[in-house]
């Protein structure tokens, strides 16, 4: 009886052993490494961090690019997925065909999409062919920070949206249609019936989905690193200047605190804002 109990706790033990050492010593090391200066403990680091040139500027671009990318994901993977519960035949190629960016790593994300928007870029041509503009155009340097934010934004967009859009249709796939079918009986409109009971049994995919795409946003490096350089600097990449550009481990290590902080707080927000009460499914 005893080993029937402790059979859960085996099966288990593989995983947490492989996360103490993989992710909880580094994380100890690394907040160790924030709050230690000179072998003392203090908040020095951080308010070097804090006093960075670019530290305003780098906070804000993080929750801008999050705020405008994460939405915009969410609504296009929910309106994708709802049009897929529709279509009868090549269903699954067309499922391929928008999971193709999800294939393609970040740099190289970043790396297509400035090619199209240098000033030697496919942009620039095709306007120029136009008559649009009389000649190349300089969108991605810091005297036109509004065009360079969009593009990081569109280039992030297209490239992660297909993670939201996967979970969200692993999650229409499961609902019973029992619900809808009752709805339409009673004479509920499709919009109504989507808003009433579709959205509400999508709960948990949606929860899962925008947690895990607002962590990873907060994330985001190589795409904007790719496009933007050092003239849109992000949490992350910043973190990155301080360690190899500067060499100073310490407030890299409070890049990463910070990142991890608020990466924590995102979540708790969507899991109170999406929480089901109790008695619901979800």
Same mark, same amino acid.
């Given at each position: 009886? @005893?080993? &029937?109990?402790?059979?859960?706790? $085996?099966?288990?033990?593989?995983?947490?052993?492989?996360? &103490?050492?993989?992710?909880?010593?580094?994380?100890? @090391?690394?907040?160790?490494?924030?709050? +230690?200066? *000179?072998?003392?403990?203090?908040?020095?680091?951080?308010?070097?961090?804090?006093? %960075?040139?670019?530290?305003?500027?780098?906070?804000?671009?993080?929750?801008?690019?999050?705020?405008?990318?994460?939405?915009?994901?969410?609504?296009? #993977?929910?309106?994708?997925?709802?049009? $897929?519960? *529709?279509?009868?035949?090549?269903? %699954?190629?067309?499922?391929?065909?928008?999971? =193709?960016? !999800?294939?393609?790593? %970040?740099?190289?994300?970043?790396?297509?999409?400035?090619?199209?928007?240098?000033?030697?870029?496919?942009?620039?041509?095709?306007?120029? *062919?136009?008559?649009?503009?009389?000649?190349? @155009?300089?969108?991605?340097?810091?005297?036109?920070?509004?065009?360079?934010?969009?593009?990081?934004?569109?280039?992030?967009?297209?490239?992660?949206?297909?993670?939201?859009?996967?979970?969200? &249709? /692993?999650?229409? +796939?499961? $609902?019973?249609?029992?619900?809808?079918?009752?709805? /339409?009986?009673?004479?509920?409109?499709?919009?109504?019936?989507?808003?009433?009971?579709?959205?509400?049994?999508?709960?948990?995919?949606? @929860?899962?989905?925008? =947690?895990?795409?607002?962590? !990873?946003?907060?994330?985001?490096?190589?795409?904007?690193?790719?496009?933007?350089?050092?003239?849109?600097?992000?949490?992350?990449? +910043?973190?990155?200047?301080?360690?190899?550009?500067?060499?100073?481990?310490?407030?890299?290590?409070?890049? #990463?605190?910070?990142?991890?902080?608020?990466?924590?707080?995102?979540? !708790?927000?969507?899991? &109170?804002? !999406?929480?089901?009460?109790?008695?619901?499914?979800?």
């Amino acid at each position: 009886m @005893q080993n &029937v109990k402790a059979l859960p706790y $085996l099966l288990v033990a593989p995983a947490g052993f492989f996360l &103490v050492v993989l992710f909880g010593v580094p994380l100890m @090391q690394t907040v160790a490494l924030a709050f +230690q200066t *000179h072998g003392a403990w203090s908040f020095a680091n951080f308010a070097r961090m804090a006093d %960075d040139l670019n530290f305003q500027d780098t906070v804000i671009n993080s929750f801008r690019l999050v705020a405008v990318a994460v939405p915009v994901q969410f609504l296009l #993977a929910l309106g994708m997925a709802m049009m $897929l519960r *529709h279509v009868q035949r090549g269903r %699954d190629i067309v499922l391929w065909i928008w999971s =193709i960016p !999800l294939g393609i790593s %970040d740099l190289a994300a970043g790396v297509v999409w400035l090619a199209i928007l240098t000033d030697q870029g496919y942009l620039n041509s095709v306007l120029y *062919h136009l008559g649009v503009i009389d000649g190349p @155009q300089s969108w991605l340097t810091y005297e036109t920070p509004t065009v360079l934010f969009v593009g990081i934004a569109v280039a992030e967009i297209w490239r992660a949206t297909a993670i939201v859009l996967l979970i969200l &249709v /692993a999650g229409v +796939q499961v $609902l019973p249609k029992e619900y809808g079918e009752a709805a /339409a009986v009673f004479g509920a409109s499709p919009w109504r019936g989507f808003v009433s009971v579709t959205l509400p049994l999508l709960k948990p995919s949606i @929860q899962t989905a925008l =947690i895990l795409r607002t962590v !990873l946003a907060f994330e985001a490096f190589a795409v904007v690193l790719a496009i933007g350089g050092r003239n849109f600097p992000v949490l992350v990449s +910043q973190a990155f200047a301080w360690q190899y550009n500067n060499q100073n481990y310490s407030v890299a290590a409070c890049y #990463a605190v910070l990142v991890m902080l608020v990466s924590l707080a995102a979540t !708790l927000v969507v899991m &109170v804002a !999406l929480r089901s009460p109790s008695g619901e499914p979800g």
